[in-house]
DNA sequence: CTGAAAGCGCTTACAG
DNA sequence: CTGAAAGCGCTTACAG
């Protein structure tokens, strides 16, 4: 079923059904009605690819994340999808699960004009593979930073928050604070890390020690706890650079039969709901997740709007919430 | 950048480039060489949109979830994703938000031909709105059902999975067992309802209160326990339609300084990791959660690649897991 | 082994 | 207010 046919059911030309299409005015009514029959008759539906090759534009935002089944990044998506649905744009969501591959098939929606613009969650650009398929396309990264600055970033400043961290567990008193650090592929991984060894050295304490999860999972969360719990020195703290990490921290704790806070305090990151589910609920870092969503696609769109315009580096507020663990 | 450049640029004819660009063999090495060059050479990347058009395939399945938040719908979404990428497809995720609206703008990827086909895990049956949008494109409802099984479904016994749980409770001593049940409009709740219903009924049981949880989360959990704590006869266990719910169920009764599960005991339904993180961990069903995913994927192509092919119902086996919450 | 040409289904100046 | 025609960027018989 094409605008042909129905150009030929309602006995008018191709761009008369196309200007009923766009809803363009100029079309008289009887004629207009005569296409609207057709195409309800015919149960006509618009092809997207014809369409959207035509007038080079789709109204669709890629989102690349690399973990949906993280709340933060689910919670990120969702303000992504208001501001978006807010500016008539629609968007579509793939879930790299870090892989290079799949990153690469998403990116092909990019390149291969599928999409008008992405906002990426995940750590691309240390990965120049991808940086051909990104090319100057709008883009921006999202809770995630880019050294060359070449593109647009939304996030929190995450040495200070780390930094806040280390502070607050060492005036209660913490003596051996450890890390629970993601992949150092991801920069904010690295600038967490760099907060709590700066601040550390600054007050004088040479207790370090940090440990990568290979996924923001409750999982792995709790299996470098047992690895930090089997070490010689015990960590009296722990500070886990996401909720999910911090859940899986508490229940290894549990099942080793010590107790939080008191034989050892468990910090999160993000201040997602799970902060309420664990128990005891969480001390967190909270960041303004849907906003951080939002903002990212009001710098996509700029972007696309007028794409000359400078990369903008947008820094947003976090806010430190205690709760039991800590 | 377009093939007719590269044409140009390697002196070849646009054929070629083409051939060249889709491994066919019987280019010779020399031209092969120049197109490839001269793709090097200006960064080309291939107009998905034009291609597609043109072969009406676009090897990409949509995915339709009410809340990706939910992390039921997020394991499904894993194994959706591995089955498909073995099959040489790749996942366009939408987040419906159960909103008719935004349902109908992702169902337009499929009527506007933009993916081969889709998979729903939303109550999109029910909505006669958006089935001239689907028409007989190839469908499957994953862990949701159709009256009319004009589609493909895969699922489990949810009648079945509910007449457990009911009769383990009875069995446990409890008296008044309360639902904390999704809308309606999903069949699989009306399934779990009428298990619900039905064993009670059978075992003379006239306690019956049930609550409709707007949103598989657990705000809604804690809410809708809330109003049962506030209700005349108190229940002695809740039997929630979702781990998400169920967590957020043992929250509203710890805030009310009740016990799980001496005072109330809890279940779940799912099997998701929430269960290890609540205190007590929860007792549920388990779903086989990827093995659904795969499982949709299986059919949703065996109907692709067979037009013809008549609708199949299938009926995966679930689980009993008893925690401690009940 | 290769190229000219048709065509996928749209939109959009342009002319009337 | 409307239609004929060009063209978006590909792929694919067809002829050579």
New interface residues.
């Given amino acids: 079923m094409s605008i042909q046919k129905i150009a030929r059911l309602a006995g008018v030309s191709v761009a008369t059904v196309s200007r009923v299409l766009n809803n363009i005015d100029t079309v008289k009514a009887g004629n207009r009605q005569r296409v609207l029959d057709a195409i309800k008759a015919s149960?006509y539906?618009?092809?997207?690819?014809?369409?959207?090759?035509r007038t080079a534009r789709s109204g669709m935002l890629l989102v690349m994340v690399s973990n949906?089944?993280n709340?933060f990044c689910?919670?990120v998506?969702?303000g992504i999808?208001a501001e978006a649905?807010k500016n008539g744009y629609?968007?579509?969501?793939?879930?790299s699960?870090s892989d290079i591959v799949?990153s690469q098939?998403?990116l092909?929606?990019l390149?291969?004009?599928?999409v008008d613009g992405v906002i990426s969650m995940d750590a691309l650009s240390t990965l120049p593979e991808l940086q051909?398929?990104i090319?100057d396309a709008p883009w921006v990264q999202c809770a995630e930073y880019d050294d060359a600055s070449a593109v647009s970033t939304v996030g929190i400043n995450d040495i200070e928050a780390s930094r806040f961290i280390i502070d607050y567990l060492l005036q209660q008193g913490r003596q051996r604070i450890a890390m629970i650090n993601h992949d150092l592929s991801y920069k904010y991984a690295n600038l967490r890390e760099k907060g709590y060894r700066e601040r550390l050295a600054e007050r004088g304490n040479d207790y370090c020690q940090i440990r990568y999860a290979a996924k923001l999972?409750?999982?792995s969360g709790k299996s470098e706890t047992e690895h930090l719990l089997r070490s010689a020195e015990w960590p009296d703290a722990i500070f886990a650079v996401s909720d999910t990490l911090a859940?899986g921290a508490l229940?290894a704790i549990a099942a080793a039969g010590l107790k939080v806070p008191e034989d050892i305090a468990v910090v999160g990151f993000d201040g997602t709901?799970?902060g309420?589910?664990?128990?005891p609920q969480l001390t967190t870092i909270e960041q303004p997740t849907t906003e951080i969503g939002k903002q990212a696609v009001t710098l996509l769109l700029r972007k696309i709007n007028d794409p000359g315009s400078k990369p903008e580096q947008s820094i947003l507020d976090w806010r430190f919430i205690q709760r039991a663990s800590a």
Same sequence: chains 1, 2.
Avoid: H, W
Avoid at 276 to 279: A, D, E, G, Q, W
């Fill in positions: 149960n539906q618009p092809n997207l690819l014809a369409r959207q090759l949906i089944s709340p689910a919670d998506v969702q999808e649905e629609r968007i579509l969501l793939c879930n699960g799949r098939s998403s092909q929606l390149s291969g004009k599928m051909n398929l090319g999972n409750y999982d859940a229940s709901e799970l309420f589910i664990t128990t």
